[in-house]
Each structure stands twice: as structure tokens, then as C-alpha cells.
């Protein structure tokens, strides 16, 4: 992942993050899978499984921070080797707020369990289709970090769109169940906000494909359009 320096020990340390966020980034996939099983399943048990990983998570993202600021403080690196480190601790905020996500569809799994059986007519299985895109943008993105894959990286912010149309379609399946039973409409709203953290896993999955471009070309793609980034990578 990064380029060899005169440092031995620098290349180390740089190697050690990426590992670092490898890691965070399969415990948080990890996450995902869970959360969305006990959507699935309506299983309480498994869903508190996915609460509890939540400080390991959160502690991950401490580590890697302090282990980023004694090396920039020591290093003192510039150009690529910064916008590196920058990345990084810009991924692993976005791997935290990933888990953050899956917290948040433990909860609401929670939340549909206690309000009884009503939401087991609802199309919860559905959310399948999402939470597949969302953990394979996931897994992709994770990989094109660490071998710096501009093109995987534009690839996977074109994917994003997927799951923006899989939310909006699961929105007004919703709306018509509600419609239809009014009695539904506590649950659906629950299934609403897990539909909505799924989309929200797909927008960070993004936004790390913006760091990698970022990394290699130096160019802030946020807010560009498709035509300007393509642009940019080459």
C-alpha cells in the first residue's frame, strides 16, 4: 500500500495502520453482517451481540488515532505520506460511524421485538438486497484502500446509486403497508430507520473511495460530478 522509504521504521509504521484499519474494517463488517441477521430474523439475542461490539469499535478507532498522532508528530511527513495518514484517520472515522449504523439497526430490531409480532408481516427480508450492496461496497472499498485503486475507488462511488434506489423503493413499500394497516406504522417507521442506515453504511463506503483518489491525485473529489472524477484519476 505505500511507497518504500529511506526509513525502514516509517514504512513500518505505515504498514501497521493500514493493518490497523484492515482490522477495524473486518470487525466492522463483521458488524453489519450480524445486524442485519437479527433484522432478519427478529432475534434480540443477536442483536445485542451487535451492541456489544460497539466499544471494541469505538476503542479501534482511539488506538488508531493516537498510534496517527505519534507518527505525525514524529515523522512530520508531507505531500503523499500525509494525505495517507489524513485518509486513514478519515476512514476510520467512517468505520466508526459505520458501526454506529448497525448499532442503531440492533436497536431498532430491539425496539420492533418489543412492540410484538406486527412487524412480522412487514417486508423485512427485503432489506437483503441493500444490506448485500452495502456490505460488498464495504468490503470493496476496503480493498481498494489498501492497494490504492483509484479505478475500484470510482467504481464503487458509481455503486452508490444502487443503493440509493433500493432505499426509495423500500420507502414506498412501507408507505403502502402503512397505508393499508395503520396498525404497522410504529414497526414500519422502525424498519424505515434501518433501511436508512443501510443506505447511510453505502454513503461512507463512498466517502472512503474519496479518500483514495484523495491520496493518490491529491484532488478533493467531494461534491464533483461522475465526469470530473473520472477526469481526475487519469
Do not use: C, W
Request: no cysteine.
Amino acid at each position: 500500500m505505500v511507497d518504500k522509504h529511506l526509513s525502514t521504521q516509517f514504512d513500518s509504521e505505515l504498514n501497521s495502520l493500514s493493518s490497523r484499519v484492515m482490522e477495524m474494517g473486518g470487525l466492522v463488517e463483521s458488524q453489519i453482517r450480524q445486524a442485519i441477521l437479527a433484522v432478519s430474523e427478529f432475534n434480540g439475542d443477536i442483536a445485542r451481540q451487535v451492541m456489544e461490539t460497539e466499544d471494541r469499535v469505538n476503542q479501534m478507532e482511539v488506538d488508531i488515532d493516537r498510534e496517527l498522532s505519534s507518527v505525525i508528530a514524529r515523522r512530520q511527513p508531507t505531500a503523499r505520506d500525509l494525505r495517507l495518514l489524513m485518509a486513514i484517520s478519515k476512514t476510520t472515522a467512517n468505520l466508526e460511524r459505520v458501526g454506529d449504523e448497525a448499532r442503531r439497526i440492533a436497536r431498532m430490531v430491539q425496539s420492533i421485538l418489543d412492540k410484538g409480532g406486527a412487524a412480522r408481516s412487514l417486508p423485512a427480508s427485503e432489506l437483503r438486497v441493500a444490506a448485500d450492496l452495502a456490505s460488498a461496497q464495504l468490503r470493496k472499498v476496503l480493498d481498494a484502500f489498501a492497494r490504492l485503486d483509484t479505478a475500484a475507488a470510482v467504481a464503487i462511488m458509481k455503486g452508490d446509486d444502487l443503493l440509493d434506489k433500493e432505499f426509495d423503493g423500500f420507502v414506498r413499500k412501507l408507505i403502502t403497508y402503512m397505508m393499508e394497516d395503520p396498525r404497522t406504522i410504529s414497526s414500519s417507521l422502525d424498519l424505515l430507520f434501518v433501511a436508512k442506515a443501510i443506505e447511510r453504511i453505502g454513503d461512507h463506503a463512498k466517502n472512503i473511495a474519496e479518500f483514495i483518489i484523495y491520496v493518490v491525485k491529491g484532488a478533493d473529489v467531494r461534491h464533483s460530478s461522475m465526469e470530473n472524477i473520472e477526469s481526475a484519476i487519469k
